[in-house]
């Protein structure tokens, strides 16, 4: 198995290019997790998020991507966009693949909660009241 994709972009994400990452003919699964900016959170309307990261978050994210790998011996993938998104943008696009979809769905579950943890990376709310709020810190 090549080095798994796992990286922080400040482009769109490519999730072709996800989704590649852990193709292959031994896999009769694959789940993917796109995690999109919302119109709200807590009942409060949000127009946009600005996600920031640590420098060294691109290796944080690649810490998470190949102990989850090497753990479960599936092929797992995983992009974060950080700066200014808007509705509907993905900020997290995450894949696995694996032989059969237990395990698969398992491995993208564990990968997700992980990133999330570990990664530095933090989110500015934009509320539609005008407030913003810094979530993560």
């Known amino acids: 198995m090549s080095h798994p994709l796992a990286r922080i972009t400040d482009a769109p994400i490519d999730e072709g290019a996800v989704r590649a990452a852990v193709d292959a003919a031994e896999c009769g699964a694959v789940v993917m997790f796109h995690g999109i900016v919302r119109d709200h959170d807590g009942g409060r309307g949000v127009l946009a998020l600005d996600y920031r990261a640590h420098p060294d978050a691109e290796r944080f ?13 599936l092929r797992l ?18 894949a696995a693949s694996a032989p059969h979809r237990a395990e698969a769905f398992a491995a993208i579950e564990r990968l997700v909660e992980r990133i999330k943890h570990e990664v530095p990376i933090w989110k500015r709310q934009h509320f539609s009241d005008g407030v913003t709020e810094w979530v993560g810190l």
Do not use: N, Q, T, W
């Open 77 to 94: 993938a995983a992009v974060h966009r950080v700066g200014e998104l808007r509705i509907g943008d993905a900020a997290l696009v995450a």
């Open 61 to 73: 994210i690649a810490e998470c991507v190949a102990a989850e790998a090497e753990a479960s011996g």
